[in-house]
């Protein structure tokens, strides 16, 4: 059974650095990332990681997140710097199984004040 722990959101000025973690057990995990949905919108990709280190992210974010993953404990991280109140939403973990099956995570509430 695959299971998802999010941790790192919170609140913090424009400019401001935040963390987040999502640790992951109960599979092999090929890739794994972080979504984010604000209310109304689709949610859209911020970044992803795969096994071998490869990452991709959302042009709204290159530059400013830093996406890692440690496979040893199975957790993927998301540094992000340079907040912006836009980017204010809430952030989601997903992992895809070697299996290809998906999971998400419950989410964690990032917040950006100006």
């Known amino acids: 059974q695959v299971r998802l722990v999010e941790s790192g959101g919170g609140l913090v000025q424009a400019g401001g650095s935040l963390r987040l973690s999502c640790a992951a057990s109960?599979?092999?995990?090929?890739?794994m990332g972080w979504y984010r949905q604000a209310p109304g919108k689709q949610r859209e990709l911020v970044a992803t990681i795969d096994s071998d280190g490869n990452t991709n992210y959302a042009d709204s974010v290159k530059g400013r997140f830093t996406i890692s993953r440690d496979n040893a404990k199975n957790t993927v991280y998301l540094q992000m710097n340079s907040l912006k109140p836009e980017d204010t939403t809430i952030y989601y973990c997903n992992v895809i199984t070697r299996w290809g099956g998906s999971y998400w995570g419950q989410g964690t509430q990032v917040t950006v004040s100006s």
């Open positions: 109960g599979s092999i995990f090929r890739f």
